[in-house]
Structure formats: structure tokens, C-alpha cells
């Protein structure tokens, strides 16, 4: 028998609506149900559902210490990686407007940083940032009488060394996204700029940006969720320590249910990750809403 | 029409002979006879022929495995590879156990194995006494369940000692106050050797490096029901000992502050390439190494002595190592299964070619490479007063808080004391839900 019309639509969709639900509906659910569950895989738990996996983190002290360094790793990192991909992505159209050779290679060297799995990235600046003498930035320290620095055994160095390791793995993606807006922004409005005699900076903050708008909040968005929920490079760039100094929320999550084997409460910092990302995001998009709607009223 | 039967008989003769001259006794994922009906499967996670990187080895492991099946034609092994990552494939292993999916035999990490033994079988009547009793202490323990049945087969074990530098360390120390006498002075001497350096960041290298020191002063970590003791009684001030120790040892120079950014003992043979150490708690596994990072003269500087202690006549390591858990109650299977883990991975040449330390005095006093090397008998001294982890499942947790206490007391964040109820609160907070 033929399907009607609409019917055949819906069929289109089946197969994306099945994968959705399956893989990733699914699995949220369950992450949830485990999270008001006492259960690990080494221990039977009770069969019950509890809050205690929630209080019992909330009541931690070192539930906010983690909560305090995931929120300036988050932050600075996001930070330097909107600043530098904005900064990358400006010079690597005004090289290509001036014709410049080498730009596709500058933009693939870039973008190297991204395509890296997180634990290489993690082992790359291991390698870079070690103490012992065999560490390739305190060598050139040490050689210029600056003197060796403690780049992954001092708490506040060790959370500057992660942060900065995640900056220049996310710097590329955000390149990429800032790169694709400002080529589909409209030449006239860099040429009206030129004409009414605006500076480099003055066209930058008063058209570029604005007019940039969406594509820096999608950004945002992308890139504050790949943060929050970044662990491979921390894990094997300092393994959350020393003490408890670059553990964040995502690591704490995997530690837990990797490590302790306790799977209701990586699960119940997971949901809370899973919470913190959706709040960021409902912001953000309302924050589109509204510049939109204030561009349209305009 | 005889002749042409004789003809056809003779045909298949050969045909058979030929394909059973072709059989292929090991394949991508079957040890055995494929003809075979009694089918073994088998979760393997190390020390595999299809994992091993090194040649000699991966020869070893296939011929061994040919061996076994030629001598077991009724038998094949259909072989899963587990995870890489120990975690990980512990974690599926025991899922598998739960829902009754597991596989007739599995290699355990050790010190998971007592989480394994409600799903383990017997193989009491696969063992003779003599061979029982010739596995180490800590060994036979392990493998022997609740009920004093052997469940499985610790095959390979580990020990750690003081590796240091001839050339630097004279006489290896004995006791703490030595080693920070001795490793103080070569740091103070030359600013690109450090006397000792150790693992205190967030890795289980850390808990097992200064276990040996908890251990020889009697300390222990949990009780008999799995109960978490090591903040109280003589238990805690073993405790401070070490704490105060480690934080006096950084604190005189005689350890640098990046010792906080270890976490494994593997990372010390980048101090022995870089000649920048003098001393560093080791693995067996690790002087064999040495020979492939630096020339032979330089890694023959490097000696292994016991690990220091509190007082010179306290003394202990740290085992771990690899088990065979036998999950399969068919009685023939389970025989198979013992021919197979004594004659591929007990056998005493596995140990020569792989390095790794095998678990029987009978294989140190009788074979010649053990006998005859000097290593090799420090190693078995070790082991006579070595003690393994607790497999109760609060013992993750214990091992993550202390390796977060070392480096609070090492970068000042806490006194030892405080790092040491912290770790304690968060344990206790843990225990109590499980």
C-alpha cells in the first residue's frame, strides 16, 4: 500500500527520530535514573531510589573546590578561546584579502590542535611542561636564567597549565566557526566602514562584531559545552592533581565511576554537568532571541 | 567398481591429511582445534600473542598456544580481548559475571579479585598440595575464596624496591632518616641530580609506593569485614608517620617539589635517561628497561636495594600482578583450562622472555635464570614479605584520597594531620553509603 504524503515525510524522518531516542534519549533517562540510584558495579547498593548521592555531594567540601576549579577552567578557557580564534580567524581573511600565500597552511597547522585526540594533547604538553630535565619549556627557562618553573606539581600552576593546554585545543574550532562569519559577512559593510574612515579596531568592535553576533553566541554555546565537559587532556596531563587542584567536574565524574566504581554518584555529577550545560545554552539562545528581535524592531 | 571406491577412500585420506596439516592451530580469535565441540571462551586482557609488541614474546605466545592445542584436540579457546584500560574492562568483566554472561575464563587484575569470587568456581582438585603450597604467601591467599577453595590462578606477580645509583649511593639506605640523609646530600652537591624522587600525584602509582611503608609498621587499611581503619588507633599514626616523612623529604631538599606530578613508577625511567635522579622507588620490570633507554654502563650503575623503612628491621613491598579467574562450572572445561593458563603462562620460560616475576619459590630455587641471577633473588626476597592490596570494594576510594592527602601535605595545603581526617571523612562518607 502507498503511503500518503505526509506519511512518507514522517517515514524520512523515522530513522533520525529512532536514532535520536535510542542513543541519545535513552541514555539521558537512564543517566538520570542512576543518579537517584545507590549502586556501583562492585556493590549490590539497595534497590530503592534516594536523594543521598546529590546531598552527599552537596554537603562535600570538596565538592565545591572541584565546582570552584571546574568555574575558572571553564571561564578562561572560553575566554582565550573566543579572543584567539576571533584574533586567528580577522588575520587569516585580511591575509587572504591581501593575497597572501602560506594562509592555508597557517589555517591547517591551526587546526591540528583540534583534530588531536584530548590524551595525546594531554601527553604533548606533559612532554612541554614537565619538570624533570628533560621538560622542553623549562630547559629554555632554565637556559634564559629564568630558573625552572613548577608547571604541573604547584596547585595554581597546574590549574594555569591545564587551562592554557585546553586554550590552544579548543582555539582551533573556535577559529574555524569565527573564520565562516566573517567570510559570509557582506563586503559593503567593510567598505562603508573604509569610507567613513573607521580604524582597524573601530570597524572591528562597531561592525565586525555586531554584525557577528549569531555565529559568536553559537560559538559561545559550542565551545563552553566542549569545556565543561572536557577531561581526556586533564586526565592525562596532571590526572586531576596535585590534590585535588585541576580536578574538574567532567574528570570527578569519570574518576568516580572509573576508578571508585561508584556509579550513582558519577552519575549524579554527570546530571549536574548535563544541568549546568542546558542552563548555559537556554541563556544563550534567549540572548539570540532577543538580539534578534531587537535587530528586527531596529 | 572396488577399485574406484579404493581410489575414492584413498582421496579423502589424503584431502584430510592435507587440511589437517593446514590446521590452523592459532587464528585471530581461536587458540585450538576449530573441529573442536568443547569450546572454552576466554577474556584476556594482558600478556596476549595478538597484543604483545614484543616479537619474542609474541613467538613465545604462539607457540605455546600451539602447543596446548596440539595436545588438547578436543579443546579450543574462542578469545575476546578485553580494555586496555584495567578500569574499564574489570568493570565489564564483573557486569558480565552479574547477568551470568561471563566468559569460562578471565584474567583479573589482582587486586580486583576478591570482588570476583561469589562468581568464581573451584578448581581445588586441578592443584596438587605441592603446587598449592609452592605459591607465595600473599598469593595463595588471594586466590583461595571465603569458603578456602582455590578459584583461580595467579599467574604473574610484581615487586617494588629501591632502585639507586652506585655511583652516587655507595650503600643503599635502610631506614627513612638514611635516605633523607643521603638523598639531601646529593641534591645539595649537584643541582642536576636529585637524591630521591617519588610518585605523589593523582595515580595509583602514589598509594602503592608508600603502602610498603604502612605495611612494615603493621598499619592496615581496612579490617577483616572491609571496614576502613586507617584513621584510628596505631593505624593513624603509622599514618602521620608517613605523611610527616614524605613532607620532611621535600621540605630538606633531598626530593624536589615535581614529585607531585608523578603518578606512575614508568615515569622514573625518564629520571634514568636523564640522569637526574639518584634514587626512586621501582618495579622489577623497570631495570630490564633501563638497557634500552641508556647504554649498558649506565644502566649498570643502577642497583635495587629493599625499600627504606621507618626502622632498619621493619620490612615490606607491594605485589600485584595478573590472575586467571575460572568462571565455568564443566568440570572437563575448568581441567583445560588449568593445563592451559600452567603450561602457557606458568611456565618458567614465559617469565625469562617476558621479565615478568612468577608467583612460585619453586620456579626461583629450580630454574636457571632465576637461580643464577642476582636481581632475580633480591626479587623473591621481596616477594617473601610482600603484601597485596585489599580487594574490598572500598579500596579505590581509600587509594584516590590518600594520593590526594601526599600532595596536600607535599604543597602545603594541609597539615598531615588534616589531610589525613579529610581523606578519612570522605572514605568514611563513602563507606557508609555502599
Known amino acids: 500500500m502507498l503511503l500518503s504524503r505526509k506519511n512518507k515525510r514522517f517515514a524520512f524522518f523515522l530513522p533520525m527520530v529512532v536514532w535520536l531516542l535510542v542513543f541519545l534519549l535513552y541514555p539521558t533517562l537512564d543517566l538520570i535514573r542512576l543518579s537517584f540510584k545507590d549502586i556501583g558495579f562492585v556493590t549490590e547498593g539497595t534497590s530503592g531510589y534516594t536523594f543521598e548521592n546529590y546531598t552527599q555531594l552537596f554537603q562535600h567540601s570538596d565538592f565545591y573546590t572541584i565546582l570552584r576549579v571546574t568555574i575558572i577552567f571553564v571561564f578562561f578557557s572560553v575566554l582565550f578561546q573566543m579572543f584567539l580564534g576571533f584574533v586567528l580567524a580577522r588575520v587569516m581573511v585580511a591575509g587572504e584579502d591581501r593575497g597572501l600565500v602560506g594562509t592555508v597552511v597557517v589555517r591547517t597547522s591551526v587546526l591540528i590542535g583540534w583534530v588531536i585526540p584530548g590524551v595525546v594533547v594531554g601527553i604533548i604538553w606533559n612532554l612541554f611542561l614537565t619538570e624533570s630535565t628533560t621538560g622542553i619549556l623549562n630547559y629554555w627557562l632554565n637556559a634564559w636564567g629564568i630558573g625552572r618553573l613548577p608547571f604541573l606539581s604547584d596547585p595554581t600552576w597546574a590549574l594555569i597549565s591545564v587551562t592554557v593546554a585546553n586554550i590552544w585545543r579548543g582555539t582551533a574550532a573556535s577559529m574555524i566557526m569565527q573564520y565562516a562569519g566573517l567570510k559570509v559577512l557582506p563586503n559593503e559593510l567593510h567598505e562603508a566602514a573604509v569610507i567613513d574612515g573607521a580604524s582597524f579596531i573601530q570597524e572591528t568592535l562597531y561592525v565586525t562584531i555586531p554584525a557577528m553576533k549569531p555565529v559568536l553566541y553559537t560559538n559561545l554555546v559550542l565551545i563552553t559545552i566542549k569545556t565543561v565537559n572536557t577531561f581526556d587532556s586533564i586526565i592525562a596531563l596532571t590526572g586531576g592533581g596535585p590534590g585535588r587542584s585541576t580536578e574538574v567536574l567532567a574528570l570527578s565524574a569519570y574518576l568516580r565511576v572509573f576508578r571508585q566504581f561508584d556509579l550513582g554518584s558519577g552519575a549524579a555529577i554527570a546530571v549536574i554537568l548535563f544541568v549546568i550545560n542546558l542552563v548555559m545554552t537556554l541563556i544563550y539562545s534567549r540572548i539570540i532571541d532577543f538580539e534578534e528581535e531587537k535587530g528586527r524592531a531596529a | 567398481m572396488k577399485k574406484t571406491l579404493i581410489i575414492m577412500l584413498a582421496a579423502v585420506f589424503l584431502l584430510t591429511g592435507a587440511v589437517s596439516a593446514q590446521t590452523e592451530w592459532v587464528t585471530e580469535n581461536r587458540i585450538g582445534n576449530p573441529d573442536a565441540e568443547n569450546v572454552i571462551t576466554m577474556t584476556i586482557q594482558q600478556f596476549s600473542y ?56 578471565a584474567q583479573i587484575d589482582s587486586f580486583f579479585l576478591p570482588r570476583f569470587y561469589p562468581y568464581l568456581k573451584s578448581i581445588d582438585n586441578y592443584l596438587t598440595e605441592e603446587e598449592k603450597n609452592d605459591f607465595f604467601g600473599f598469593v595463595r591467599e588471594g586466590m583461595t575464596n571465603n569458603d578456602g577453595e582455590i578459584v583461580a590462578i595467579w599467574n604473574e606477580t610484581d615487586v617494588r624496591g629501591l632502585y639507586y645509583r652506585k655511583d652516587l649511593v655507595p650503600e643503599a639506605p635502610e631506614t627513612w632518616d638514611e635516605l633523607i640523609d643521603v638523598a639531601s646530600e646529593i641534591s645539595a652537591a649537584d643541582n642536576n641530580v636529585d637524591g630521591y624522587v617519588f610518585p605523589a600525584g593523582r595515580g595509583e602509582g602514589t598509594t602503592f609506593s608508600i603502602l610498603p611503608f604502612y605495611w612494615a609498621q603493621g598499619g592496615k587499611l581496612v579490617d577483616e569485614t572491609g571496614r576502613p581503619v586507617f584513621n584510628e588507633g596505631e593505624n593513624r599514626e603509622y599514618f602521620i608517620d608517613i605523611l610527616n616523612f614524605l613532607e620532611e623529604l621535600v621540605a630538606s631538599g633531598a626530593s624536589p617539589s615535581r614529585v607531585t606530578s608523578y603518578k606512575t613508577l614508568g615515569e622514573f625511567n625518564n629520571e634514568v635517561a636523564a640522569k637526574s635522579a639518584a634514587m626512586f622507588p621501582g618495579g622489577n620490570w623497570q631495570k630490564n628497561m633501563f638497557y634500552d633507554i641508556v647504554s649498558e654502563e649506565e644502566a649498570d650503575k643502577w642497583e635495587i636495594a629493599p625499600l627504606p623503612q621507618k626502622e632498619a628491621n621493619m620490612s615490606s613491598s607491594g605485589s600485584g600482578g595478573w590472575v586467571f579467574g575460572i568462571f565455568t562450572e564443566d568440570e572437563g572445561k575448568k581441567a583445560a583450562a588449568v593445563r592451559f593458563i600452567k603450561e602457557v603462562y606458568m611456565n618458567p620460560e614465559w617469565f625469562e622472555i617476558s621479565g615478568y616475576l612468577p608467583t612460585r619459590n619453586s620456579v626461583f630455587e629450580n630454574y636457571y635464570h632465576f637461580r643464577s641471577n642476582k636481581y632475580q633473588q633480591q626479587f623473591q626476597k621481596f616477594l617473601q614479605t610482600s ?48
Open chain 2, 50 to 105: 595478538w597484543t604483545s609488541s614484543y616479537e619474542g614474546r609474541a613467538n613465545y605466545l604462539k607457540e605455546a598456544y600451539e602447543a596446548w592445542a596440539r595436545r588438547n584436540p578436543d579443546y579450543q579457546i574462542r578469545v575476546t580481548l578485553g580494555s586496555k584500560n584495567i578500569g574499564e574492562g574489570m568493570v565489564k568483566i564483573i557486569e558480565q559475571a552479574k547477568v551470568g554472561n561471563e566468559a569460562d575464563i
Open chain 2, 387 to 434: 603484601d597485596a592490596r585489599p580487594g574490598f570494594p572500598i579500596y579505590p576510594t581509600i587509594s584516590s584520597e590518600i594520593q590526594v592527602a601526599v600532595a596536600d601535605v607535599i604543597t602545603g595545603s594541609k597539615t598531615p594531620e588534616e589531610a589525613l581526617d579529610n581523606a578519612w571523612d570522605n572514605v568514611m562518607e563513602q563507606y557508609e553509603s555502599m
